[in-house]
């Protein structure tokens, strides 16, 4: 399943980082401690979280990450857009909680 | 010049983690009895002890700095220290400004109350003070520069509410006057210091650093965290 599929089916916001819509998902971690992301998220993986600094592009590029989803309705800053778009890494956005798209998330790819 | 011992990270009973002992006075007096010549009094998101706290240590002897321990919306912490009365005043209007007024329970989390020189209730704080506030560190960071503070992420070695934990790395475009560790610091491209977090009298100067100052004071501090005019951190204690 490719980032653009679970957009579509689950209905969220892209907020940057277009050019990475192809990207194979294949898999999901959710996590709100960077630290923790950095050490454990699988590659491929979508990233579910409610932060929205610029070291989340840093991270998700370091683990090779297919997205980050940041959900509740946050909204990603400038600088966090600007570095998902000069790696078309997309970030992606939804008002649904972590748990409630963590659930969606997991029928469609789990 | 002369080496100086201070303990820069201490809460008082403003904290809802803090210990109802942890009164300016009972603090002053502790710190004295530990053979500290500086510290600061840094609460959860306020500053409302600072004041009577240096003047208490004034009269004792004792240099008190005012600070914060500041939550910003990644629930990082981070000290604040505040070069005099008046940055005290307006940093703590940018606090009201970004506070999320977020319920407290005293029964779980503990009292919140502000105190006079006697020890009377003043006031009662009745939102959650270490909720993260809705400003980002760099506005944080932004924010005690402006004011004419110093900025220096809190115990970044603790697995959550530093920034290591939450964030994963120092961004290199935060602008950091020192870092402040719980252990033992490895190689750190920022200067390093550390400090007790003291939330009850016996934890005060439990850790500690010792500067080479002209005096105890928050200009001398500044330059010595910049290694200025011969000021440095000299070691680190306990």
Redesign the interface.
């Known amino acids: 399943m490719k980032v653009t599929d679970i957009v579509e089916k689950i209905g969220l916001k892209v907020f940057s980082g277009h050019e990475g819509l192809g990207k194979e998902v294949t898999g999901g971690y959710a996590s709100?401690?960077?630290?923790d992301?950095?050490g454990h998220a699988g590659s491929g993986a979508v990233w579910i979280t409610i932060?929205?600094?610029?070291?989340v592009m840093?991270?998700a590029s370091l683990r090779d990450l297919s997205a980050v989803i940041i959900t509740c309705g946050e909204n990603p800053?400038d600088d966090t857009m600007a570095q998902s778009n000069e790696e078309g890494l997309p970030v992606l956005g939804t008002d649904l909680s972590t748990f409630e798209l963590a659930g969606r998330l997991y029928s469609l790819i789990g | 010049m002369k080496p100086f011992r201070a303990d820069l990270h201490i809460h008082t009973l403003l904290s809802p983690c803090g210990s109802l002992e942890m009164s300016p006075r009972e603090i002053i007096a502790r710190a004295k009895g530990r053979g500290l010549d500086m510290i600061a009094v840094a609460d959860h998101n306020s500053t409302y002890h600072c004041e009577l706290t240096v003047t208490l240590g004034i009269e004792a002897g004792i240099t008190v700095l005012r600070a914060a321990e500041v939550t910003s919306a990644e629930d990082v912490h981070s000290l604040v220290i505040l070069p005099d009365e008046a940055s005290v005043i307006s940093f703590q209007d940018w606090l009201d400004l970004h506070c999320t007024h977020m319920p407290h329970n005293p029964d779980i989390f503990g009292d919140q109350v502000v105190i006079d020189r006697d020890e009377n209730i003043i006031r009662e704080i009745n939102y959650f003070l270490p909720a993260a506030l809705n400003a980002t560190i760099d506005e944080v960071e932004e924010a005690a520069h402006n004011h004419g503070g110093l900025f220096i992420p809190a115990h970044i070695d603790r697995p959550a509410m530093g920034i290591i934990g939450q964030l994963g790395f120092i961004p290199d475009d935060l602008f950091v006057d020192a870092v402040e560790v719980v252990g033992m610091a490895g190689d750190l491209l920022y200067p390093v210091i550390r400090n007790s977090d003291a939330h009850m009298p016996e934890h005060i100067g439990r850790r500690f650093t010792d500067y080479m100052l002209e005096n105890p004071s928050f200009s001398e501090l500044a330059k010595a965290l910049r290694s200025e005019g011969g000021r440095h951190i000299i070691q680190h204690g306990r």
Request: glycine residues 8%.
């Open positions: 709100d401690l960077l630290s992301v950095m932060q929205t600094h610029r070291n840093a991270i800053g």
